[in-house]
T-cell receptor, first 114, second 110 residues
Framework: DVKVTQSSRYLVKRTGEKVFLECVQDMDHENMFWYRQDPGLGLRLIYFSYDVKMKEKGDIPEGYSVSREKKERFSLILESASTNQTSMYLC?????????????FGPGTRLTVT | RKEVEQDPGPFNVPEGATVAFNCTYSNSASQSFFWYRQDCRKEPKLLMSVYSSGNEDGRFTAQLNRASQYISLLIRDSKLSDSATYLCVVPPSGTYKYIFGTGTRLKVLA
């Protein structure tokens, strides 16, 4: 069974704080993704990575950065958290970079910025 | 036109009913499609994949209509446990960016 884990289920941070969200997958997947999910807007892609140290911006990268130093770990960083970054953050991974495959999601981190 | 569109619902149906949702997509080059199920405050989980004309798994049937550019999900003999949001996912051709619909909410009533 593919397992994708995220460092926290719930997180409360103050405006201006630096926030790290960690994601680890145990199935040797090449591709990893960070999304945020908001009511009425669905899942929106923040960043994705197709290899170690490789990353590409998604649809809403502003205010975020990412790090992928090891294949199994993909971190999302909020450099200076703002209240409009309050959201559910979902990490996902997928195998087989030579064809499109389904994604496997972590349990999500519900982040509140006050 | 949005890349992926779904009726948000909710679809309220009695137990045992048959219910169907549609999802329309704009990129005619899309080759594969997915239905995910998401329970309240949980992560999405893959329900079914659709790579050609359709797929069937027990009470669930997914069909693809390329001419009209939509995929459908049919649930027969609905159970209370089927209550969830169903997300349509269309990966754009030639990239790894998955496009998610906003989901259709299903409530199965006792």
């Amino acid at each position: 069974d593919v397992k994708v884990t995220q460092s926290s289920r719930y997180l409360v941070k103050r405006t201006g704080e630096k926030v790290f969200l960690e994601c680890v997958q145990d199935m040797d997947h090449e591709n990893m993704f960070w999304y945020r999910q908001d009511p009425g807007l669905g899942l929106r892609l923040i960043y994705f990575s197709y290899d170690v140290k490789m990353k590409e911006k998604g649809d809403i990268p502003e205010g975020y950065s990412v790090s992928r130093e090891k294949k199994e770990r993909f971190s999302l960083i909020l450099e200076s958290a703002s209240t409009n970054q309050t959201s559910m953050y979902l990490c996902a991974s997928s195998p087989l970079p030579d064809r499109v495959s389904e994604q496997y999601f972590g349990p999500g981190t519900r982040l509140t910025v006050t | 036109r949005k890349e992926v569109e779904q009726d948000p619902g909710p679809f309220n149906v009695p137990e045992g009913a048959t219910v169907a949702f549609n999802c329309t997509y704009s990129n005619s080059a899309s080759q594969s499609f997915f239905w995910y199920r998401q329970d309240c405050r949980k992560e999405p989980k893959l329900l079914m994949s659709v790579y050609s004309s359709g797929n069937e798994d027990g009470r669930f049937t997914a069909q693809l209509n390329r001419a009209s550019q939509y995929i459908s999900l049919l649930i027969r003999d609905s159970k209370l446990s089927d209550s969830a949001t169903y997300l349509c996912v269309v990966p754009p051709s030639g990239t790894y960016k998955y496009i998610f619909g906003t989901g259709t909410r299903l409530k199965v009533l006792a």
